[in-house]
């Protein structure tokens, strides 16, 4: 799977293939997404705007384990 701003987080967190590596980047980013009942209603970019992140960084940290 190839990881996109438009997806959704809770999209990402159920396709990875190393889950545990999309959670640690995402917290590491400050985005404690999968506890937030947003992660089932938010893209990608929405959580990065939110957050004050690049959705670009994002996208190709999280790229990495998916």
Do not use: F, R, W
Not at 15 to 20: S, Y
Request: charged content about 25%; hydrophobic content about 45%; overall charge negative.
């Amino acid at each position: 799977m190839k990881v996109n701003k438009e997806m959704l987080i809770a999209e990402v967190l159920e396709n990875a293939k190393d889950i545990d590596g999309v959670i640690g980047e995402l917290t590491a980013m400050g985005m404690h997404c999968l506890h937030c009942a947003l992660a089932h209603e938010e893209t990608l970019e929405q959580a990065a705007a939110a957050h004050g992140k690049s959705v670009d960084d994002v996208v190709a940290k999280i790229n990495k384990y998916c």
